[in-house]
């Protein structure tokens, strides 16, 4: 398991096989309006697994990704 660096944060490949970081660039983001919550995907779409983690903060969701958390998972 490899991880990149997504600016001060490592995150972990996904337990898929892809980076969420290096292999599609918009997958750590706001996941609402109000932008207090974030999530970090491994997007189906794009040939990874669909997992999704939730966080209150980027360090909060890249923490819970890195511990194996999965919130969501999209098929």
Same mark, same amino acid.
């Given at each position: ?33 109000? =932008? *207090? ?9 794009? #040939?990874?697994?669909?997992? &999704?983690? !939730?966080? =209150? *903060? ?9 511990? #194996?958390?999965?919130?969501? &998972?999209? !098929?």
């Amino acid at each position: 398991m490899s991880k990149q660096s997504y600016g001060e944060f490592e995150v972990n490949d996904c337990q898929c096989g892809y980076n969420p970081v290096t292999d599609y660039l918009d997958n750590l983001y706001y996941c609402n309006r109000e =932008k *207090t919550e974030f999530n970090i995907c491994c997007k189906f779409h794009n #040939g990874g697994c669909g997992r &999704t983690v !939730y966080g =209150k *903060t980027v360090q909060e969701a890249v923490e819970r990704w890195n511990e #194996g958390v999965n919130d969501e &998972t999209i !098929y």
